[in-house]
């Protein structure tokens, strides 16, 4: 079935009452909280290629830019995937975070389990904070006297998001980058906010060469691609496809290993191009390399 945008949706992005964002917001907390019983609290949404999923669409970092948005969801088959993935950061540093927010909690609500939002850096636990953190203030400019519950609200809804997901035998899916010193699935479906590995998760970038050191953002590490291929193996896939760092579209990383991707243009990145991928999951499908996904299942513009 296709998803259906309803015109209605794009003018109360920019015009929703106070009130009715809240029932959004409580709505949309019930569905999360619903599925991640249903995992048994595991952070880990698994995607198997035989459960009627052939395609999938990836959503890079938004922040804010309700344009990109309503680019990728005018495209026939970003409306026709199975699932739809969004990597985190939907709001920070850029003006439309509240009507982004409106947008995707609008297709969670109605599409359920077929729209998958990942938590990012920028919906992270209090004990990671991000900075410059621009949101309250966007909140209140858009909503007023209601802004601060508003944004109260919006931090509780990310206690229960997915940190990521997994197609099975193919791709692992999340924000910010592989994790140093896991040693089975487990590590990665059940780290908890105040562990390391939560932190890594929502925080580290690849480089290239092997080895490992502390992130230049504070938090996080810098992991080399010998961290990437021993993760890749305990998860039992392919490609790490992540987002977190601004590029044009989309970036390969250690020899295909990694595929970045980044959904939003402008400032205060300045990058000139945004991408979404559309990636064919079916069982007889092999699953691609960095290269390959970036030529043929990245969509630029």
């Given at each position: 079935m296709e998803l259906k945008i309803e015109e209605s949706w794009l003018r109360d992005a920019f015009e929703v009452s106070t009130d009715?964002?809240?029932?959004?917001?409580?709505?949309s907390k019930r569905i999360l909280k619903h599925e991640k019983e249903l995992r048994?609290?595991?952070?880990?949404?698994?995607?198997?290629p035989q459960q009627t999923v052939s395609r999938i669409v990836v959503?890079?970092?938004?922040?804010?830019?309700?344009?990109?948005?309503?680019?990728?969801?005018?495209?026939s088959e970003v409306l026709n995937a199975d699932r739809i993935v969004f990597l985190g950061d939907y709001g920070d540093r850029g003006t439309n975070s509240a009507e982004v927010y409106y947008l995707t909690l609008k297709l969670k609500v109605k599409y359920g389990s077929r729209v998958i939002m990942l938590r990012g850096n920028h919906e992270g636990?209090?004990?990671l904070p991000v900075m410059p953190h621009d949101l309250p203030l966007i909140f209140n400019r858009r909503f007023g006297a209601g802004g601060a519950e508003v944004y109260t609200r919006i931090r509780e809804l990310w206690e229960w998001l997915p940190h990521c997901a997994l197609v099975e035998g193919k791709y692992l899916m999340l924000h910010g980058g592989m994790?140093?010193?896991?040693?089975?699935i487990r590590d990665i479906e059940y780290a908890t906010p105040t562990s390391p590995i939560f932190a890594e998760i929502l925080w580290n970038d690849p480089i290239e060469g092997n080895g490992y050191f502390d992130s230049m953002r504070g938090v996080g590490i810098m992991f080399g691609e010998d961290i990437t291929?021993?993760?890749?193996?305990?998860?039992?896939?392919?490609t790490l496809i992540r987002s977190h760092e601004p590029c044009e579209g989309v970036q390969i990383r250690q020899n295909g290993k990694v595929l970045t991707i980044f959904s939003r243009k402008g400032p205060p990145y300045f990058n000139t191009r945004?991408?979404?991928?559309?990636?064919d999951v079916t069982e007889e499908c092999e699953p691609m390399d960095a290269n390959a996904l970036a030529r043929t299942a990245a969509r630029i513009w």
């Open positions: 009715d964002f809240l029932r959004l917001i409580e709505a048994a609290a595991s952070g880990m949404v698994r995607i198997s959503v890079g970092d938004l922040h804010g830019d309700v344009e990109s948005l309503i680019h990728i969801l005018s495209e636990p209090p004990n994790p140093v010193n896991i040693t089975s291929a021993h993760g890749l193996r305990i998860m039992g896939v392919k945004a991408a979404y991928l559309s990636i």
